[in-house]
């Protein structure tokens, strides 16, 4: 059974960090392009980063560029995005998703494009 278990969000002040973490279960988060994706309240799903599967090839959106980095843990199975300098326009709800195998770009995809998500964790940025 796939499942995608995040964690580590939490309030912090502008120009903080936080480190999400993505536990993955029931397959290999190195087998597939494994994206983090946010939904601030009242706006529509973001994507924020992929990690392409094998070599671990990242990629961001221009609006976390230079702040935010993915990693992947292979033997632990899990996935992390580092958020430093955050900003209020930062808040939201942050997910991992699973792209389904047969995926080869990197980039926004619509909500339906992927096959797992995690519960999703509460970022806050504020003073």
């Known amino acids: 059974q796939v499942q995608l278990v995040e964690s580590g969000g939490g309030l912090v002040q502008p120009g903080g960090s936080l480190r999400l973490s993505c536990a993955a279960s029931g397959f290999t988060v190195s087998s597939y392009i494994m994206s983090w994706v946010r939904q601030a309240p009242g706006k529509e799903f973001e994507w924020v980063s992929d990690?392409?599967?094998?070599?671990?090839?990242?990629y961001y959106a221009d609006s976390v560029k230079g702040r935010f980095t993915t990693s992947r843990d292979n033997a632990k199975n899990a996935l992390y995005l580092q958020m430093n300098s955050l900003k209020p326009e930062d808040t939201a709800v942050y997910y991992c998703?699973?792209?389904?195998?047969?995926?080869?770009?990197?980039?926004?995809?619509?909500?339906?494009?992927?096959?797992?998500w995690g519960q999703g964790t509460q970022v806050t940025v504020s003073s």
């Open positions: 998703a699973k792209v389904p195998i047969g995926s080869t770009h990197w980039g926004s995809r619509h909500p339906t494009e992927y096959d797992a």
């Open positions: 990690i392409m599967r094998g070599g671990g090839s990242t």
